[in-house]
């Protein structure tokens, strides 16, 4: 048994040198394939960056009337944190927003001048709803029309930023479903194009299947080298793949910061190494092993 | 040895290859088959060594029944038998010393007996000093040798050869008869289809006539007849 194991293994590294180009431009199949595969899981933790950024600056501001208590405000925070639409609840008093307002114009004199001639803290209090999904801010926004937020509401920023707020909900949407088609597509290809390449490389082997079953070697003992030659496929392609990967995320990411802050794929790479490898290697060894098996059993009917 | 009980081999489209074909061959015997091509050499040779079932009638190996193994059960069946081929049927990626050696490891005997015996019968064909060529860097009558040395080092019951000098010039055709009388001598039965006149005639054994599909002559020291 250990003998035969160790003979498949032989044969397998055998085959894989003795085939030359055929594996060299399997590999650089594969190769393209995993780099498709690398870069959808890169793209799906740029967009999901996209979109947790463009979520994260959606939200709605309610503005109380100055002559409204702090107590009926907090109780309004209250109830709107009962509501499962809504994440968060963020109470800014009048004198924090004023503090902020002086911290923002700290430079510029006039609005300085202007402020300390006043009396009274012409700022109002608010709240900052977030909304888990942006599609809830609709609900919300129609909780706080409701008659009797009237008298103490000043204004909603819900109303001004609706479009926009609609706006970034489709393209956030967008993100999401042309994703998850891109990824199903491009795996889809990625796999089927591995496939192919290596049922071709094992068509070509056909006969040779043929005689080694009248020779009698068992279906095992044919396999075996075709599934080694498979793993190898798959490590050096993986580890190709990836050194094709390291450059490119240095390169891209400044950019991906600049454009999404959120994004920091050098440091995502840096902490997901082994786990990006991982998965890597696992796509790649797997569908050289599925393929090869898949590939011999049409002609191992002799 | 091997038994044929009234075979009849039917292809899928309706063409009869075999038709209630009966014959016994004893251990140690140098069968010839002859006919015309498509006269059903090969088919007998492929219902030997379970490549086909045949339709009706059995097939008898020592004590396998052929057409009742399963496709699992034929590797180590065919351990037993030696089988070459008109197209040699080489491993074209291994060397003359691994195609020799492969018919070992399947049979998953040990490394050190393989590194003995795969030389030894090399040379017994002649081609020890080309053990480490690929079939593509031999000749034809060399690739025969070859194919012999495999069929042969397992020390198979039965050596069976089909058409194994079609593709052979006069001299190489005469030098792999040589080798499967030996190989007789030696004590193995040999079955050789063929479609050589002066092959059979010179021989001298037991020939066996197919002509579309039916056995129509067997005797035992037999000649060539068919025109």
């Known amino acids: 048994m250990f003998v035969k194991i160790l003979r498949i293994i032989k044969y397998g590294f055998n085959n894989f040198f003795r085939n030359g180009w055929l594996s060299v431009s399997t590999i650089g199949i594969m190769v393209l394939a995993l780099v498709v595969f690398e870069s959808l899981i890169l793209f799906n933790i740029i ?41 968060t ?68 920023t819900y109303a001004q930023n609706h479009i926009v707020i609609d706006r970034l909900i489709s393209l956030v949407d967008t993100i999401q479903n042309g994703g998850a088609i891109l990824t199903f597509f491009l795996s ?51 580890v190709v793949a990836f050194l094709i990967l390291i450059p490119f995320i240095n390169f891209l990411s400044p950019y991906i910061s600049n454009f999404i802050p959120e994004v920091d794929m050098r440091e995502y ?29 049409k002609y191992l009917n002799v | 040895m091997i038994v044929f009980q009234n075979v009849t081999k039917t292809y899928n489209h309706g063409t009869v290859a075999l038709e209630k074909v009966s014959f016994k061959i004893q251990q140690n015997e140098f069968v010839s088959i002859v006919g015309r091509s ?69 049979a998953g005997r040990p490394q050190q007996e393989i590194l003995e015996l795969a030389p030894q019968v090399l040379e017994m064909v002649g081609l020890k000093d080309k053990m480490h060529n690929f079939p593509a860097e031999l000749s034809g009558g060399e690739k025969q040798r070859v194919a012999i040395a ?11 050869a089909d058409e194994p000098t079609g593709n052979l010039d006069p001299f190489n055709t005469w030098e792999v008869i040589k080798l499967l009388t030996k190989i007789s001598e030696l004590g193995s039965t040999v079955l050789l289809a063929t479609h050589d006149k002066e092959i059979v005639n010179t021989l001298g054994q037991r020939v066996i006539t197919l002509e579309n599909g039916r056995l129509v002559k067997d005797e035992a020291n037999g000649k060539f007849l068919i025109g």
Do not use: C, W
Not at chain 2, 79 to 106: P, Y
């Open chain 1, 47 to 87: 967009a999901n960056g996209a979109v947790e950024s463009l979520q994260n600056k959606i939200d709605i501001s309610v503005y109380f009337k100055s002559n409204v208590a702090e107590d009926s405000i907090l109780n309004i925070k209250r109830s709107l944190e009962g509501l499962t639409e809504v994440e």
């Open chain 1, 89 to 156: 609840v963020h109470y800014v008093s009048r004198d924090e927003a004023l503090a902020e307002f002086r911290e923002r114009h700290e430079g510029d004199e006039v609005i300085m001048q202007t402020l300390d001639q006043l009396d009274e803290n012409p700022l109002l209090a608010s709240l900052n709803v977030k909304a888990g999904d942006p599609r809830h801010y609709d609900t919300i926004a129609a909780y706080l029309d409701k008659p009797i937020f009237e008298n103490v509401i000043e204004k909603a």
């Open chain 1, 188 to 238: 889809f290809l990625a796999v089927m194009i591995t496939f192919n390449t290596i049922r071709l490389a094992i068509f070509s082997n056909r006969e040779q299947i043929g005689i080694m079953r009248f020779v009698g070697a068992s279906n095992n003992f044919i396999r075996g080298p075709y599934v080694i030659e498979g793993v190898v496929y798959g490590v050096i392609a993986t």
């Open chain 1, 269 to 297: 790479f840096a902490n997901n190494t082994m786990r990006l490898f991982l998965y890597q290697a696992f796509f790649g060894i797997g569908l050289g092993i599925l393929s090869s098996v898949v590939a011999v059993r």
């Open chain 2, 38 to 106: 498509g006269a059903g050499k090969s088919t007998i040779i492929k219902l030997l060594i379970g490549e086909e079932k045949p339709t009706k009638g059995k097939v008898f190996f020592g004590s396998y029944e052929v057409d009742k193994l399963k496709s699992s059960q034929l590797p180590e069946f065919r351990r037993h038998i030696g089988v070459i081929f008109q197209d040699f049927r080489l491993l074209a990626k291994k060397t003359a010393f691994e195609n020799v050696a492969f018919a070992l490891e399947v």
């Open chain 2, 150 to 160: 495999r069929a042969m080092i397992n020390r198979p019951d039965v050596l069976i």
